[in-house]
């Protein structure tokens, strides 16, 4: 099969157009069937789980990341045998969608209260049938090898039946419950919303020093059990400060904490204070919470509004009272300020509280504050019944998975991460206040019994009968994701032969919100930890290692990076600036580099296809030393590079491919191939037979990583291929070619016999620039050669040719019969290099100049040397100018040192 379009080698255009190519290979490809698992039946199948975008999404830099390392992933192991199953899907997303449709529905001048549930459910399927397939037609843009053939979103019927068989199963097994917790509640979408979804912002905001009036030690006035108007407070005598930063809850407070080593307050710990406001009697209690440290060392107890005052009055068993309507304004347990929204509340106490005497003062203070990442509004922590997973035995299943080295992650320091967070777990709030998503599977009889059907139960139904109005979160069916997308909970084939997977590729940053929940459920559900392996990928930042956000302006678009630079720049700078869970600076100046690597490889595939395209019918050829050393070192890149994949050192294993590439193949071979071509009939065919297999083998190489760019230079390479070895073909793709393995051919002669022969060309190439010789000037060069003379004599035509050096003024000698004059010398291990000067430049006028640079020269060093012996310079500038004055004397000294060797070089002989 070949690809369509390509009708000869020699018709390859001067440049690569990556727009040009990109989606008619991408549809080939995927036409062939070539994403669908073939491979070894015999061999373990290598299975990644995409995680899953958001369906109504929009590509940005995070799946750009996430889609290369998996693709480098699959297609390496693919072209290693192996049945690669890399299986895509969306999320239902439930928040973002149902926002985005709400927002639609605003626009209109509706809403989905007024719509209802059953037409706001069919307005956003519509929304998802019109904006859902976007994602994934970006995915491909990016060369996702996936197998769409199993693409699955997360409220399939498929995956929506194992939502409801993991939902009865967790709750038969007592792991599921209906109770009333701490959440992070959203008041703009009306909804408890995971961790995840809440950004902290640094905030600059008030501290506000409370008195609460001390109860008296034998009661309180008659008479003043109803405190609010200064009545009780004028009598009092004692008061205790507390500080905060929401006095606008100070009516659900149910405690005053103080730290039991506080001694400024360990005489009032039992006694009690009246709550200003409400004229409510609460207790003084001792709790390590309390920092000393921080404020007036008393802090107020608000447990329905705050989680560490949660779990303090855990600890205490104090009363929970939430004083919050859901849209955050204050509710009837709120008195006066009942119906007032949160913050207009906030001003009004602190108003009343001043007016009363009991505003001590107020103070600036930073705080990170939860902001709503879909509703931009400050998250409040809210007591509210929902429904929870009892985590931590699920839990324990997933961390001894790790523990006991079933799976491996990497890189391995964010085990302690892990542990951290399954050894601390707390209960998972799995219910949202939402429309769109999977329904909670339970229903209410009209006494209140509740009924959990099976998957395959029918619906309760019947007078009075219902169902439980919220949403389950995404978090839950994601978490179901490596196995449900497989058929579970039936036995299916596809599950019987690919589960569990090999590989969860993702952010660390959702390490614990989506990798722990797969960790847990899986352990759980299926027996088995969904995967062997965890690879966390770092954060995607701008080039000043900033977070790329809209407001910074910075946020780099990948769709237009591809149709500037090509999908292959982009792909390969973000694979290659990476290492294992770190953080990268996406610099646009290692993107163009990237492009300009594409363009290497399309440019040296264009030489080697114009030299092959006459083949004399002999045999060729024994390899010369260096055919020997270019596949000597493609032999040891080979096995560099499997081992770094093998490591999951992706970026390292792209740079090494990277290094011989350019530094090797293009730099040296491809003009020591000049030369050799340029022989007998025999010696073209081994130039041109070592062309090709090194060209092929790179290619396969960096396929992975710059698919594009390698198989339109392979659809050319095919022909040149089959002409230079009668009989021979490559496989159609380079995406089903094997991956190259080292044959180890350990030709360490020939490795150092060529880097020797390299290092006098260098050797040759620095003098002349040094002294500015033209470039098409030929030399005369003289070499001592020792013990090397016979081999350097072998490569005699190729050192003159690279260096400019005419045949009959190369001198390759033993030694030396006395020592050169007037010459530049080059000293190669115990290989001396002299260019005689004389004839080559103006000797006097070469000394004029080096001796006015020389006078330069000494002349900074004197300088620095003076400003660094200055006590009060070294004592009084900041230590980078110091540093940097050090550096520049270490650098004056060398050039100094420089322009004297130089001067000798050209001084009269003796």
């Known amino acids: ?138 995915l491909r843009r990016l060369g ?70 001390l109860v008296p030690l034998d009661g309180p006035p008659p008479g003043t059990a109803s405190w609010g108007s200064g009545a009780w407070a004028a009598p009092a005598t004692e008061f205790i400060t507390v500080a905060t930063t929401r006095p606008e809850t100070l009516m659900g407070d149910t405690a005053v904490a103080v730290n039991p080593a506080d001694e400024r307050y360990r005489a009032l710990i039992g006694r009690d204070v009246l709550l200003p406001v409400v004229g409510r009697r609460i207790p003084i209690i001792a709790d390590d919470y309390a920092d000393p440290a921080f404020g007036s060392g008393a802090v107020k107890i608000t447990p329905a509004h705050d989680p560490n005052d949660y779990q303090v009055a855990l600890r205490h068993g104090l009363p929970m009272i939430n004083v919050m309507n859901r849209d955050a304004t204050l509710n009837e347990h709120a008195g006066c300020y009942a119906g007032l929204e949160r913050f207009a509340a906030r001003r009004a106490v602190l108003a009343d509280l001043e007016r009363e005497g009991l505003l001590a003062g107020m103070q600036p203070h930073t705080m990170s504050v939860g902001i709503s990442q879909r509703g931009g509004e400050i998250i409040e922590p809210l007591l509210s019944e929902q429904w929870f997973v009892r985590a931590r035995p699920l839990a324990e299943l997933a961390a001894a998975a790790v523990r006991d080295g079933a799976v491996r992650i990497v890189p391995e320091r964010f085990e302690k991460v892990y542990f951290h967070w399954m050894d601390t777990i707390q209960d998972w709030c799995i219910s949202r206040q939402l429309w769109w998503g999977h329904r909670i599977p339970v229903w209410y009889a009209a006494d209140g019994t509740m009924i959990v059907p099976g998957p395959d139960d029918p619906e309760p139904q019947g007078p009075g009968i219902t169902q439980d109005p919220d949403v389950l979160d995404t978090w839950f069916s994601s978490g179901l994701w490596p196995f449900s997308t497989l058929g579970w909970p039936h036995a299916t084939a596809d599950l019987q032969r690919f589960y569990p997977t090999s590989v969860m590729e993702t952010g660390y940053d959702i390490l614990f919100f989506w990798v722990a929940r797969m960790m847990m459920l899986g352990c759980y559900l299926t027996g088995q930890a969904p995967f062997h392996t965890i690879y966390l990928h770092g954060l995607v930042r701008d080039r000043d290692g900033r977070k790329m956000s809209k407001s910074y302006g910075n946020v780099v678009n990948p769709l237009e990076v591809m149709d500037q630079y090509g999908t292959d720049a982009l792909r390969y700078t973000l694979v290659t600036s990476s290492t294992p869970g770190q953080d990268l600076n996406l610099n646009p100046e290692r993107i163009e580099a990237a492009r300009n690597f594409a363009n290497k490889i399309w440019n040296v595939t264009r030489f080697v296809l114009t030299k092959c395209d006459e083949v004399a019918a002999v045999a060729p050829a024994p390899a010369t030393l260096a055919d020997r050393w270019i596949l000597a070192g493609y032999d040891r890149c080979c096995g560099e590079v499997q081992r770094l994949l093998s490591a999951y050192q992706f970026g390292e294993a792209g740079r090494q491919i990277h290094e011989f590439f350019w530094s090797e193949l293009a730099d040296w071979y491809v003009e020591v191939a000049k030369v050799q071509l340029e022989g007998d009939a025999p010696r073209r065919v081994a130039t041109q037979q070592t062309l090709l297999r090194v060209l092929e083998g790179s290619l396969r190489l960096l396929h992975p990583f710059m698919p594009f760019v390698t198989e339109e230079a392979w659809q050319y390479l095919t022909r040149a291929v089959r002409q230079v070895w009668p009989g021979r073909a490559l496989p159609p793709s380079v995406m089903i070619a094997d991956y190259p393995q080292a044959a180890d051919l350990d030709d360490d002669a020939a490795l150092r016999g060529f880097a020797l022969v390299q290092e006098i060309i260098r050797g040759i190439r620095n003098v002349r620039n040094e002294y500015r010789v033209e470039p098409a000037r030929w030399v005369t060069v003289s070499i001592a050669a020792g013990a090397q003379t016979e081999l350097l004599e072998t490569q005699r035509a190729l050192i003159g040719r690279l260096a400019r050096v005419a045949d009959d003024h190369l001198a390759i ?98």
């Open 1 to 138: 099969m070949t690809a369509p379009g390509i009708a000869r080698p020699t018709e390859m255009a001067r440049a690569y157009e990556a727009q040009q190519i990109e989606e008619r290979l991408y549809a080939w490809w995927q036409d062939s069937g070539w994403f669908q698992p073939a491979g070894d039946a015999a061999r373990a199948p290598f299975v990644v789980s995409m995680p899953p975008p958001n369906v109504t999404g929009e590509l940005h830099m995070g799946h750009a990341m996430f889609v290369t390392i998996e693709d480098v992933l699959v297609r390496w192991r693919r072209m290693c045998g192996d049945a690669a199953l890399w299986l895509p899907g969306t999320d239902h997303a439930g928040i973002a969608t149902q926002s985005q449709v709400e927002k639609l529905l605003r626009s209109e001048g509706s809403s989905r209260e007024a719509v209802g549930r059953e037409e706001f459910l069919r307005r956003t399927w519509a929304w998802k049938a019109r904006y859902g397939g976007e994602i994934t037609r970006q």
């Open 813 to 910: 000698v033993p030694a030396f019969a006395t020592p050169p004059r007037a010459a530049a010398t080059v000293v190669i291990g115990s290989v001396e290099v002299s260019l005689p000067l004389a004839g080559l430049i103006d000797l006097a006028a070469e000394r004029a100049r080096l001796a006015r640079e020389l006078e330069a020269a000494d002349a900074d060093v004197t300088r620095r040397e003076a400003r660094l012996g200055s006590e009060q310079f070294v004592a009084r500038a900041p230590a980078a100018v110091v540093q940097r004055e050090r550096d520049g004397l270490a650098a004056a000294r060398e050039a100094v040192a420089r322009l004297r060797q130089r001067l000798d070089d050209v001084s009269d002989p003796a």
């Open 144 to 213: 996702a090898s996936c197998d769409w053939s199993r693409e699955r979103f997360t409220l399939d019927p498929g995956l929506s039946y194992a939502v409801r068989a993991a939902f009865k199963r967790l709750y038969d097994d007592g792991l599921i419950y209906r109770g009333t917790y701490l959440v992070n509640w959203s008041p703009a979408l009306q909804t408890a919303v995971s961790d995840l979804e809440v950004e902290h912002e640094e905030r600059q905001v008030s501290l506000a020093h409370l008195r609460y009036p």
